[in-house]
């Protein structure tokens, strides 16, 4: 089979390099990384042609660069938490973590905490998974036993709770700062 299997990539995947190659420079910020992204959308497609050949293999080339692509900006997002521990090292002026704005935001927090334990335990999962530690859905699914619609559908509702719930919240600090405002007052 190996032998096989090299001879389709050669001639199914390997002829695609220049558009592959074109594709990346027009889509990546970094073209110091084109060739480390090439090399490894390759290994991913052999990888995953060694378990079934895909009936498009040019289409399945450049649909898995992009998702190579989505990934690696989706860890490129995750911030650990270590860093946030230390504010000496993160070299942050006194004057912006003002009494106010640590007091919002630890008030911002805890009603995103508070709307996490609202939700099922199976939404929180799906969430912490997807949106914390970037987990794609197919990922999420897997470590989770449900199908993927099961996990898009659990994502979309709980970011859709969490949202509501955020947005309430700042639609009522809001309110509470501009008195009047949304309040039902008698005139005499």
């Given at each position: 089979?190996?032998?096989?299997?090299?001879?389709?990539?050669?001639?199914?995947?390997?002829?695609?390099?220049a558009?592959?190659?074109?594709?990346?420079?027009?889509?990546?910020?970094?073209?110091a990384?084109?060739?480390?992204?090439?090399?490894?959308?390759?290994i991913?497609v052999?990888e995953?042609?060694?378990?079934?050949?895909?009936?498009?293999?040019?289409?399945f080339?450049f649909?898995?660069?992009?998702?190579?692509?989505?990934?690696?900006?989706?860890?490129?997002?995750?911030?650990?938490?270590d860093?946030?521990q230390?504010?000496d090292?993160?070299?942050v002026?006194?004057?912006?973590?003002?009494?106010?704005r640590?007091?919002?935001?630890?008030?911002?927090?805890?009603?995103?905490?508070?709307?996490?334990?609202?939700?099922?335990?199976?939404?929180?999962?799906?969430?912490?998974?997807?949106?914390?530690?970037?987990l794609?859905?197919?990922?999420?699914?897997?470590?989770?036993?449900?199908?993927?619609?099961?996990?898009?559908?659990?994502?979309?509702?709980?970011?859709?709770?969490?949202?509501?719930?955020?947005?309430e919240?700042?639609?009522?600090?809001?309110?509470?700062?501009?008195?009047?405002?949304?309040?039902?007052?008698?005139?005499?």
């Open positions: 089979m190996s032998r096989e299997l090299d001879q389709w990539f050669v001639t199914q995947i390997l002829c695609h390099e558009a592959i190659t074109r594709y990346l420079r027009r889509v990546w910020r970094n073209s990384e084109i060739a480390d992204l090439r090399q490894e959308v390759y991913r052999y995953s042609a060694a378990k079934a050949l895909p009936a498009l293999p040019k289409s080339l649909t898995t660069a992009r998702n190579l692509m989505v990934d690696r900006l989706r860890h490129e997002r995750i911030v650990s938490i860093y946030t230390d504010f090292a993160l070299n002026l006194a004057d912006e973590l003002a009494p106010e640590c007091l919002n935001a630890r008030q911002e927090l805890t009603r995103l905490s508070d709307a996490l334990d609202e939700l099922s335990d199976a939404c929180r999962a799906v969430i912490w998974l997807r949106r914390v530690e970037g794609s859905q197919k990922e999420a699914a897997a470590r989770l036993g449900m199908p993927e619609g099961t996990v898009e559908s659990h994502l979309s509702r709980g970011m859709r709770a969490l949202m509501s719930t955020v947005l919240g700042a639609k009522t600090k809001s309110q509470e700062a501009r008195p009047g405002v949304g309040h039902d007052t008698e005139h005499g």
